[in-house]
């Protein structure tokens, strides 16, 4: 058996330590630019498109949580206007307890916060407008 021992020359992994060091330099370089780059109306895009996809992002949870207490009422509608007279016993007490079970909306919670839909979404646009408003007024002065 021979072993395939592979012999490396020194200008190899210099050549390697070299090249890894250039990629390094032109990450570093990549990034100082990108930095002064955003020193002026860059910077304000940047964090105007964050501040909106932050209203997205609660919007979208919000529209769920109204979506799923919307369906949730339409359960119960939808049993009660079944033909449930002309169905057997044992179907007549299930629609009986869905219906009982329905009368009451789901609501999509979190924690302390109360039901995610979109009145509270409206709430929290209108807080955070009132504090921005009120952040602007104090820096006036």
Not at 62 to 76: K, Y
Not at 86 to 113: E, Y
Request: with cysteine.
């Amino acid at each position: 058996m021979s072993d395939n021992v592979v012999f490396k020359s020194k200008t190899d992994t210099d050549d390697r330590n070299s090249s890894s060091e250039k990629l390094g330099e032109s990450v570093e370089n990549i990034l100082s630019a990108e930095q002064k780059d955003l020193s002026g109306g860059a910077s304000l895009m940047r964090e105007l498109l964050h501040g909106m996809s932050a209203v997205i992002h609660m919007w979208f949870f919000c529209w769920f949580g109204s979506n799923v207490t919307t369906q949730s009422g339409d359960v119960f509608l939808a049993a009660y206007e079944s033909n449930w007279y002309d169905k057997s016993p044992q179907i007549k007490n299930s629609l009986r307890m869905i219906i009982t079970r329905a009368g009451r909306p789901v609501k999509v919670k979190a924690g302390l916060i109360g039901a995610i839909d979109l009145p509270l979404f409206a709430t929290i646009v209108r807080t955070a407008y009132s504090y921005l408003t009120l952040l602007i007024q104090m820096n006036e002065f």
